[in-house]
Every structure is written in structure tokens, then in C-alpha cells.
């Protein structure tokens, strides 16, 4: 199935996406970060890495109309869709796009040209509102690398930091809209909150709290707004952390008592030094790139997982257990 990433630092280093997937399903795991095996991206995540990166574009040139910045957009995807380089911006390297249709990538020329040129209307009257003494884009895509925590190292990328008189906000662009309570408990403002307070704050923001976080849809322009997390949920997500550490060595270095204890993520892995998909099938599978390698798991393995996962769900549905709540990742 490939060959096994050597690096040990694997259950030490995290980002929100690569800790979210271990969650969703320990399989997908495996194949992405584990053997990283390559598959094509799947065309909602390009075509969203391309408009974040247009975004930033737009933060550090600030184009001179609507339509100059959709002409940057069609020149952009033109270079994705032809291969000369990948989405997430003109220097990456080019990538296999998972494409359902001859029709999508015209589709997205079109479509992400509207999309922007309505994202620079809203922001160039938003900008012209405010105060001068409120810095917008502060920092643009700031690349958090290795920020310690815990005794892991974290990592993420920060769309955009809007620095006001009181403090700073953190904005995170996205594509789609979740329900408020789903993007309040998410793990990904923490990644930002520790980045911008052990990296961020006296760097370059002299020494402003952190307001808060900043939604924005930019399809829509619709912002939410949610608050910076206290002692409580930072300790909770240093649990998740740790069961999330424990489970990935002791399955890599087939050493079981590594593990202290597992709430979330299933002991029988453990014994059996495998990465079991999460089944049955639902919304966790629906951008995964590995839907093929999955069902090969299931010929080649036995017993195929879904039944060994219905047998443990059934064993455990005849015991009396505690409630159990929502894990903190999105669908």
C-alpha cells in the first residue's frame, strides 16, 4: 500500500485538517498522511485553495476594479487547469484535479470570476468605511510552522489578520456555511488562537489581544463571528491531542502500552496495529480522495470493516455507556 512515512514526528506535529481526518476516519488517515499516497484533489478543495489565494492576492496588490481582478482570476485558473501550476498559488507545483466533468473547469472559470468580482465590490466599500486607524490584512496567509504547545508542534495558515485599535481579529475565508454552534466548537480557532499568541501578538501586532474570529463566506459575504476560547477548551484539545499522539505511535511502532487512554478512537485499532476506516459511509466521506483504496481495504482484509464496526456497535449498544458528545470537526 506504499511505503510508510519514516518521520517519528508524525504523532508529534499537527494541523487542524491532518487532526480532523485522524477523527473523521483513521483510513483516511493512513493513506494521506501515513503513505501519503497521491490522488487527484478533489475540485471543491482546488477550486477553494485558488480563490483563498486570489484573495491574498487581492489583500497585497489591491487591484484597481472588480473586473481587472476577475480577468487575474481567469489567467489563474487557466495556469491550474492547463497544468502549468497547482491551486494554491503560481509557484506550486502542478496537480492531478479529481474533474466529474468535461464541463466543471469552464464551469469555474465563469463561476470564480463572479465570485471575486463580488468579493472585491463588498470589500472595497467595506474598506472605504472604516477608520484609518484600523489596518485590514495585516498579515495576509500567515504560514504557522512548528508552533509549540503542549509538547507538539502545531501548524496552520491564517487567511488574513485585521488589526484594530482594541485588538485583532483573526479572519478565516470559507466557501461554504456551517451552523454557528458547529464552527464555535471546531479545534481550528485554536490552532490560530495558540499561533497568534506564541507567534503573532508581539511580533508584529504590538502586543494587541486577540479579538476574536471572523467567519466570512465568500460566496456570500455573510460573517460570523465567534469568541477566542478560555483554559477549558484548550485543555480539552490538548486531551484530543494526546489520544490523538498515543493512537498513531502505538499503531506505528506496535506498541500498545504507549497508549494511555482512547475515548474517541477505537481500542481494537490499537490491538490490531490497523488503521480501520470509519463505517458506515456517510458525510465524513463525502471530499475523500480515497474511496477506492477504502473499498479495496474492505476485499482484502477478512472480515470486511463494516462488519467488524456494526459487531463492536452492536456489543457496545448492550452495555450501558456515558453520553458521549459531538465531536469538535465539522462533516
Excluded at 475540485?43 to 485558488?50: E, K
Aim: net charge positive; aromatic share 12%; charged share 25%.
Amino acid at each position: 500500500m506504499g511505503r510508510i512515512k519514516q518521520a517519528a514526528d508524525i504523532w508529534l506535529s499537527f494541523s487542524y485538517s491532518k487532526l480532523k481526518s485522524l477523527f473523521n476516519c483513521p483510513f483516511q488517515f493512513q493513506c494521506q498522511y501515513v503513505l501519503k499516497k497521491p490522488r487527484p484533489k478533489p475540485i471543491i478543495l482546488a477550486v477553494g485553495s485558488a480563490l483563498h489565494y486570489l484573495a491574498h492576492l487581492n489583500n497585497k496588490r489591491l487591484y484597481q476594479s472588480a473586473e481587472s481582478f476577475g480577468k487575474a482570476w481567469l489567467g489563474f485558473w487557466a495556469g491550474v487547469v492547463s497544468g502549468k501550476h497547482g491551486p494554491d498559488s503560481f509557484r506550486a507545483p502542478p496537480e492531478p484535479i479529481g474533474w466529474k466533468s468535461a464541463n466543471e473547469a469552464g464551469y469555474w472559470f465563469q463561476q470564480g470570476r463572479k465570485i471575486l468580482e463580488e468579493y472585491y465590490r463588498r470589500h472595497q466599500d467595506w474598506r472605504a468605511s472604516l477608520d484609518q486607524s484600523i489596518t485590514i490584512a495585516l498579515k495576509s496567509e500567515y504560514r504557522l510552522t512548528g508552533v509549540s504547545w503542549e509538547g507538539f508542534r502545531l501548524n496552520g495558515i491564517i487567511d488574513r489578520l485585521d488589526e484594530y485599535p482594541d485588538g485583532v481579529d483573526i479572519v478565516d475565508l470559507k466557501m461554504g456555511k456551517d451552523d454557528l454552534a458547529v464552527v464555535s466548537s471546531s479545534f481550528q480557532p485554536l490552532f490560530y488562537q495558540i499561533g497568534y499568541e506564541r507567534r503573532c501578538r508581539n511580533k508584529f501586532c504590538s502586543g494587541k489581544p486577540l479579538r476574536g474570529f471572523v467567519i466570512e463566506n465568500l460566496i456570500t459575504g455573510e460573517i460570523q463571528r465567534i469568541p477566542t476560547s478560555g483554559a477549558d477548551r484548550l485543555a480539552e484539545f490538548t486531551r484530543y491531542l494526546r489520544e490523538a499522539s498515543d493512537y498513531i505511535r502505538a499503531i506505528l511502532t506496535q506498541d500498545q502500552t504507549l497508549v494511555r487512554r482512547l475515548i474517541h478512537l477505537h481500542p481494537q485499532d490499537v490491538e490490531n496495529f490497523r488503521f480501520f476506516p470509519r463505517l458506515p459511509r456517510n458525510l465524513h466521506c463525502k471530499n475523500c480522495a480515497y474511496t477506492a483504496d477504502c473499498l479495496a481495504w474492505e476485499s482484502d482484509h477478512g472480515p470486511p470493516p463494516r462488519i467488524l464496526w456494526i459487531d463492536r456497535f452492536i456489543a457496545a449498544s448492550e452495555q450501558p455507556q456515558p453520553h458521549q458528545p459531538d465531536l469538535p470537526f465539522g462533516p
